[in-house]
């Protein structure tokens, strides 16, 4: 169970370090990624990750360490 919550962790802070960063390539390839994971994602739990990496790409600005950071509320919320 540990090691799942740890993995699932990782796409937060993953997709938050993509949007903080601001390079319009690297967000190019998340959204690419996003797009080719949403295809086979079963889990309600990878699919909130989705839409919410989704609507982060679009809104960077609404980047928030407490959100996206490892450890955060919502990885917290969602994963535990």
Known sequence: MY????????????TGDVAESGKDEVIKVLALLLEIVSTFAKT??????????????????GYNY??????SMCVDKIFV
Request: glycine share 6%; proline share 3%.
């Open 66 to 71: 407490n959100h996206w950071g490892l450890g």
């Open 3 to 14: 090691l799942f919550l740890f993995r699932a962790s990782i796409l937060y802070v993953f």
């Open 44 to 61: 309600e739990k990878l699919n909130v990750w989705i839409k919410r990496s989704k609507l982060l790409i679009q809104h960077p600005r």
